[in-house]
Nanobody, 122 residues
């Protein structure tokens, strides 16, 4: 599957953004999907994940209660709704796809999008 992330931009602290990740192919629902992010000078970290049909989600503690992951398999798209954004949310956000189960381990994701930059100003 090929993944294309979009929706990043500049937003003030406390604001909201919605990221989208469009997947190619007819088997999008075969994949468990995740969002990761990499801040300047830091390692990439897990943000959120969703099961194949959206029934199960998982979040990093740092975004729980502020971010929501969802997917629309009819549109081959996974979303990340980000509310109450903080300057520390500034990062390049990546979507990724994996098989077998929902998870937060970066090395278990087989396919990656190109990333979209989110900048939160204070």
């Amino acid at each position: 599957v090929q993944l294309q992330a979009s929706g990043g931009g500049l937003v003030q602290a406390g604001g909201s953004l919605r990221l989208s990740c469009a997947g190619s192919g007819r088997t999008f629902s075969s994949y468990y999907m995740g969002w990761f992010r990499q801040a300047p000078g830091k390692e990439r970290e897990f943000v959120a994940a969703v099961s194949r049909f959206g029934g199960t989600t998982s979040y990093a503690d740092s975004v729980k209660g502020r971010f929501t992951i969802a997917r629309d398999n009819a549109k081959n798209t996974v979303y990340l709704q980000m509310n109450s954004l903080k300057p520390e949310d500034t990062a390049v956000y990546y979507c990724a796809a994996r098989y077998l189960t929902i998870g937060s381990m970066e090395n278990e994701y087989a396919y990656w999008g190109q990333g979209t930059l989110v900048t939160v100003s204070s």
